[in-house]
């Protein structure tokens, strides 16, 4: 087979979604829901390469590394990947394949319960073999929650030297400080994180401070995201910053995997153009269409759902300016 266009990385789970709820009941009390709790598959890895699909991309041009167990759960992951044309290097462990709880009280951000299972037998050594094996032209690396997160640092450092272009995408680290994102830092091409997210990693007292942080220690784009307020997308040499598109939310849960693909998307159609040919204009274009992306996500249940061409179109006609 050809070159992989993306390879993808990081914790995958089975999700049980609970959204538009009332309230949350207090201990003892029962909550109905207005809507069906639904079952899907998610995690970064799974979401950014479906998302891709969803954006036109050929499904065996993306590859998806993760750890599932034997059991319904796992049977359900890769069984979503097909579908979807994707190809899976999914390690099989005795563990149970890892799960989600997902809760979307009406008005408010999600809540998110993780049982990451057998996302932490997943290891370095597996993933940098189908690295060397695959060479793709991007890495998206989420760590966290898994087994490779003791060594983020030299499996980004690796697929540097080979040419691979990388994107780190970041979440609360799994019984670790912050601090140990950075020294991933100088093998990120590209970083997304949330503001609370960047201020935590770098310990700085601002999201513009962070950012500088993040330039310092070699990220050559620097995408910051804020929900509702908008998002940031930075170089060493030029900054943009945008309002968020409207949309009728419903659950945001995926959206920020979702921003990365649709920023993924657009590189790959400029053939992955060095940060310093990014001119504003450029770097505006970017932006507008992963924010776009990340806003679709919002308007389904589950992580993938409410991604499609032609509503990210209509967003862009009637919202871009």
């Known amino acids: 087979m050809s070159q992989l266009d993306i390879l993808t990385v990081g914790m995958v789970v089975v999700d049980h979604f609970a959204v538009d709820l009332q309230e949350l009941p207090a201990p003892g009390k029962t909550q109905f ?7 899907r598959t998610g995690g970064h890895p799974h979401n ?5 699909v ?17 059991d319904s759960a ?9 579908e979807h044309g994707i190809r899976s290097f999914l390690k099989k462990v005795t563990m149970s394949t890892g799960q989600g709880l997902q809760l979307v009280p009406r008005g408010y951000d999600r809540i998110t319960i993780l049982g990451p299972g057998a996302n932490l037998e997943l290891d370095a050594v597996y993933v940098k073999s189908v690295l060397v094996e695959q060479n793709p032209r991007v890495l998206s690396i989420r760590p966290g929650y898994s087994g490779i997160d003791d060594n983020v640092a030299s499996l980004m450092k ?10 780190l995408d970041v979440i609360k680290p799994y019984g ?32 513009d401070a962070a950012r500088e942080v993040f330039l310092s220690h070699g990220v050559k ?5 804020n929900g509702e307020e908008g998002a940031s997308l930075a170089t060493s040499h030029e900054q943009v910053e945008q309002p968020a598109f409207t949309v009728d939310a419903i659950d945001p849960t995926g959206c920020g995997d979702a921003f990365c693909a649709g920023l ?7 053939e992955m153009p060095e940060p310093s040919a990014l001119d504003r204009a450029k770097l505006e274009e970017l932006l507008r269409y992963g924010q776009a992306v990340g806003a679709a996500a919002a308007t389904a249940p589950g992580c993938t759902s409410g991604v499609s061409r032609n509503l990210i179109a209509q967003l862009l006609r009637e919202q871009g300016n």
Not at 33 to 39: G, L, R, Y
Not at 158 to 167: F, M, N, R
Not at 264 to 270: A, G, P, S
């Open 54 to 70: 969803k954006l036109g991309m050929d499904g065996s041009s993306i590859g998806v590394i993760s750890a599932i167990g034997n």
């Open 48 to 52: 950014v390469a479906v998302d891709l």
């Open 221 to 225: 784009l620097v995408a910051i995201t």
């Open 176 to 207: 670790r400080e912050w601090s140990y994102f950075r020294s991933a830092l100088p093998y990120a091409n590209a970083l997304h994180c949330n503001d609370m997210e960047a201020m935590n990693i770098t310990g700085a007292d601002t999201v």
């Open 264 to 270: 993924l998307k657009k590189l790959l159609e400029w």
């Open 33 to 39: 829901t207005t809507q069906p709790i639904e079952e």
């Open 158 to 167: 690796s697929a540097q030297a080979q040419g691979t272009y990388v994107l």
């Open 74 to 82: 796992g049977a359900l992951m890769e069984k979503a990947l097909r």
